[in-house]
C-alpha cells in the first residue's frame, strides 16, 4: 500500500495531522519533510539571536518615543539559559540600567524568551498598539533583555520604580507556530513574585491574537490592575475581544 | 551514615544515602539544576563504587524521606513484603545487579521478587546498570492487566490513541480517532487530554468515544486524562467512565501540589470498580509520571530526580492500574537536556518501573527547546521495542497540537511492530481482522470495504 489514505475528507475536522497517507509503514517523503520543516522553523526560533538593529529600525519606524536600554540577564549563553532557568530571571552583574529618575506608571521589556522570532515579529507592533491606549501614563524607558525568562522585568521593575511591568516575550515555539509572543503583566514588580502574580496575554501572532488587538487587551488589563492594584487569578481577563468601534469580534486564537 | 571510595589517591566521601545516590546517577540537567550531581565524572564512578558494596537491605532501615512526613514512604515501608524479598537479602547493590543479569533472574522469579522491592532498591541498581542492562533485565519482566483488551503479553505492544484537539472539538477529536484505528492503534487506550478540566466537557468526551466503542464493538478502552476529582464527578453524574487517569509523584508533598493525595486515589478507584464496565480484567487507573515533576514542584525532598521518580510507582503498584506511563521529554531541557539524557531517562524509567510490577509504558518524546529530534525518538522507541515495553503514544504525525510537543505517531506504531515482530493486544488484534484493517499476514493494510469502510462511514457521518 502506498500514496495518501482514502479518508482525508477526515482533514476537514482538525489541524492535527491526519491522514498521512504511507509508503509500506512509513510516512511519505513530503509529509517526511514537511515535518522537518515545522521542526527546523521551531528550533531556530529557540536559537535564533535577538537582532538589536532590526528592533531599533522598528522602534524608530513606530514612533514609540521612549529611551531604549539593553540589558544581558545572568545566564551568559543559549545553553545556559536553557538548562538553568532562574540564571534568565537575574540581570547580569554589569548590566547598565540608567538611574530611575522618580517613578513609573508602567515600565516595558521585550525579551527574547524561548523564541527571538516572535519579538522581531511581533514585539514593537504590540508595544505601539498597547501605548495607543495610555494617554498620560508615566512609562519608563524601554528596555531590551537577552536571554531572559518571565521574572526579569521584576527586578526591572524594581529598578525603575515601576508600578507595573509588561514583559513582551517569545513563547516556546510549537510545531505549528514559532511566531508566538506572550505579554506577562506584573503589579509592584519586586523579585520574588510568582507566576500566579501575573496576568498573560498568549498566542500574539498575525495568524493567532493579532498585535493590535493584544495591544488593546494588555492596556485593559493594566487598567485594571492600576484600579484594583493588584495582577494575578484575582483579576479576571474581561478585556472585550474585539477593539472599540468594531462590528464584530476578530478572530481570536487559543489564549 | 557517610559511605566512601578511594580511588588513586582521591578520597570521596558521601555524607548520607541521597547524596550517594544523587552522586551515582548518570548525568541530566535536572540534578545540575537541583545541585546534587557529581561534581566530575570520576567523582560519579566512585559512588558507583560506594553504592555497589552498599547492603540492599540498607533502604529497609534507613528512610530517604522521613516515614512520618510522607505517605509515601509510609506506603513504601508498610506495604514491603519481607518474603519476597527474601531471595537477595543478603546480596549488596552491585551483587543484585549481577543477579538480575544472571539466568536464575528468570520472568517467575522476577515476579515473585517485585512485592519485595522499594522503589529506592530499583533505583539503586539501575544506577549500575548501562543501557543494555535495563534492556535485557526489565525484557524478563511480566506485568499484563486488563479491562477490555490484555496488555503486557509476550511479543505484544500496545498503543493509546492520543487524539487531543486545542479546544475539545468533537469532531477534530473524532477524525485523530478514526486516523489511529485505522492504523491499527488503540489497543491500550483512546485517552483525551482535555483542553478544560470540568465535568461537563469530561463527560462529552467520554461519551463520545464511548458511542464510537460501542457502535463498532472495539475492545479497548477510553479514559479522558482530567484530574481524578474531575473523573469521581462525573462519576457521580452517570458518566460512562472506563479508566480513571491521574498525574502521580515520588512524594506527599508532591503529590499535594497535584491536588491529590493516596485515599483519593483509592477511592476514584473503588468508585470505577463498581461501575464494573471492564470485560476481561479490572485494571481500572492510568497514571502519568516523569522524571522532573518532584523538582519541577519544589518537592523531591533532596533527592535525584530518578529516585523519586522511582517512588512514583510505589504509588502506582498500589492501585493495580491498567496502564502507568512515563511522560518521558516533555518536561524540557532544564531536566533532562538533550536526546541521550531523555533516552537514558526512559530506558530507566521502563526498567524500573518493570521491576517493581508495574504495567510500565513510555511516552517517547521531546520539546522544540530541548536538543532531540525525531531521530532519538527512532531510537528510544526501537530500544523499547526491544526491552518489552507495555504500550507507546500514537499521535497523528506525531504533533500533538493541543499540549505543543511531539511524541511518537500512529506510522511509528506501524514501523516499530513491523520491525521487532510485535502483535497488538489480542483482542484488538482479532477486531482489527474482523474489520478489514490487518490483513491476514498480520499487516495493517485496511480494505476499505466491510467493516473498515463503516468506521469511515461514521467519519463521515458525524
Known amino acids: ?255 | 551514615m557517610a559511605y566512601r571510595h578511594s580511588f588513586a589517591g582521591h578520597h570521596y566521601e558521601f555524607p548520607d544515602l541521597k547524596t550517594l545516590l544523587a552522586k551515582a546517577s548518570p548525568a541530566r540537567a535536572g540534578d545540575r539544576l537541583a545541585g546534587l550531581a557529581a561534581e566530575t565524572d570520576e567523582e560519579r564512578v566512585a559512588a558507583r563504587f560506594a553504592l555497589a558494596d552498599l547492603p540492599l537491605d540498607t533502604f529497609l532501615h534507613e528512610e530517604l524521606v522521613p516515614y512520618e512526613a510522607d505517605e509515601v514512604t509510609r506506603l513504601i515501608m508498610d506495604g514491603h513484603d519481607a518474603g519476597a524479598f527474601e531471595p537477595v537479602r543478603s546480596l549488596t547493590v552491585g551483587g543484585f545487579r549481577d543477579w538480575l543479569l544472571s539466568d536464575a533472574a528468570d520472568e517467575a522469579a522476577l515476579k515473585a521478587l517485585a512485592p519485595g522491592l522499594t522503589p529506592e532498591m530499583a533505583a539503586a541498581v539501575s544506577k549500575l546498570m548501562r543501557n543494555q542492562d535495563l534492556i535485557a533485565a526489565a525484557k524478563k519482566c511480566r506485568v499484563v492487566t486488563a479491562f477490555r483488551s490484555t496488555i503486557g503479553l509476550a511479543g505484544r505492544l500496545a498503543i493509546r490513541i492520543q487524539p487531543n484537539h486545542p479546544t475539545d472539538d468533537l469532531k477534530g477529536i473524532a477524525a485523530s480517532t478514526l486516523d489511529g484505528l485505522m492504523y491499527g492503534c488503540g489497543d491500550a487506550v483512546i485517552g483525551i487530554n482535555p483542553a478544560t478540566d470540568s465535568p461537563e466537557a469530561m463527560a462529552r468526551l467520554l461519551h463520545l468515544i464511548d458511542d464510537l466503542r460501542t457502535r463498532y464493538d472495539i475492545p479497548t478502552q477510553s479514559c479522558v486524562l482530567a484530574h481524578v476529582t474531575t473523573a469521581m464527578e462525573v462519576m457521580k453524574r452517570g458518566a460512562p467512565v472506563d479508566i480513571v487517569f491521574q498525574s502521580i509523584a515520588g512524594t506527599q508533598k508532591a503529590n499535594e501540589s497535584f491536588g491529590i493525595g493516596l485515599a483519593m486515589l483509592a477511592e476514584a478507584r473503588e468508585m470505577a470498580l463498581a461501575l464494573d464496565r471492564g470485560t476481561v480484567g479490572n485494571n481500572v487507573m492510568y497514571f502519568e509520571t516523569g522524571q522532573g515533576a518532584a523538582l519541577s514542584a519544589e518537592a523531591h525532598e533532596g533527592l535525584d530526580q530518578q529516585t523519586v521518580e522511582t517512588r512514583a510507582y510505589a504509588v502506582a503498584r498500589a492501585f493495580s492500574p491498567l496502564l502507568t506511563n512515563t511522560v518521558v521529554g516533555f518536561i524540557g531541557p532544564e531536566y533532562l537536556f538533550d536526546g541521550k539524557e531523555i533516552t537514558r531517562a526512559g530506558l530507566e524509567d521502563h526498567f524500573c518501573g518493570k521491576l517493581l510490577g508495574v504495567p510500565m509504558g513510555v511516552d517517547v518524546c521531546y520539546t522544540n527547546h530541548a536538543e532531540a529530534d525525531q531521530d532519538d525518538m527512532d531510537n528510544l522507541l526501537t530500544l523499547l521495542g526491544v526491552a518489552g515495553c507495555n504500550f507507546v503514544m500514537g499521535v497523528p504525525g506525531a504533533d500533538d497540537i493541543m499540549l505543543s510537543y511531539q511524541s511518537t505517531s500512529y506510522h511509528d506504531a506501524l514501523y516499530v511492530r513491523a520491525a521487532l515482530g510485535l502483535k497488538p493486544a489480542p483482542e484488538f488484534e482479532a477486531w482489527l481482522k474482523a474489520m478489514n484493517i490487518m490483513d491476514d499476514r498480520g499487516q495493517v493494510r485496511p480494505e476499505l470495504a466491510g467493516g473498515a469502510a463503516q468506521l469511515l462511514e461514521y467519519g463521515a457521518a458525524e
Not at chain 1, 188 to 214: D, F, H, T, W, Y
Not at chain 1, 218 to 232: D, M, N, P, S
Not at chain 1, 235 to 248: F, I, Q, S, T
Open chain 1, 1 to 255: 500500500m502506498s500514496g495518501a489514505d482514502r479518508w482525508s475528507f477526515l482533514k476537514e475536522f482538525t489541524a492535527a495531522r491526519i491522514a498521512l497517507g504511507r509508503t509500506g509503514n512509513a510516512l511519505p517523503t513530503a509529509n517526511l519533510l514537511d515535518f522537518q520543516m515545522a521542526h527546523a522553523r521551531a528550533r531556530d526560533a529557540v536559537h535564533a539571536v535577538l537582532d538589536m538593529d532590526l528592533l531599533q529600525r522598528q522602534i524608530a519606524e513606530a514612533a514609540i518615543g521612549l529611551p531604549v536600554a539593553e540589558v544581558k540577564s545572568e545566564a551568559p549563553t543559549r545553553h545556559a539559559y536553557l538548562q538553568d532557568p532562574s540564571r534568565g530571571r537575574h540581570l547580569a552583574a554589569d548590566a547598565e540600567l540608567r538611574e530611575a529618575a522618580g517613578e513609573h506608571d508602567v515600565v516595558f521589556v521585550i525579551g527574547d524568551g524561548l523564541s527571538a522570532t516572535a519579538v522581531h515579529e511581533n514585539a514593537v507592533a504590540t508595544l505601539a498598539a498597547t501605548l495607543k491606549h495610555l494617554e498620560g501614563w508615566t512609562v519608563a524607558p524601554l528596555v531590551v533583555a537577552h536571554q531572559a525568562r518571565v521574572a526579569l522585568a521584576d527586578e526591572i521593575g524594581a529598578h525603575f520604580h515601576a508600578a507595573l511591568s509588561v514583559m513582551l516575550i517569545g513563547e516556546r515555539p510549537g510545531l505549528s507556530a514559532s511566531d508566538s509572543l506572550g505579554a506577562y503583566i506584573t503589579f509592584a514588580p519586586r523579585p520574588g513574585r510568582s507566576n500566579a502574580e501575573r496576568n498573560c496575554v498568549s498566542n500574539i501572532r498575525p495568524a493567532g491574537l493579532k498585535p493590535e488587538l493584544a495591544g488593546y487587551k494588555i492596556a485593559w488589563l493594566l487598567k485594571e490592575a492600576r484600579r484594583l492594584k493588584l495582577t494575578g487569578v484575582k483579576l479576571k481577563d474581561d478585556a472585550p475581544n474585539a477593539l472599540p468601534g468594531e462590528g464584530r469580534a476578530p478572530m481570536l486564537g487559543p489564549s
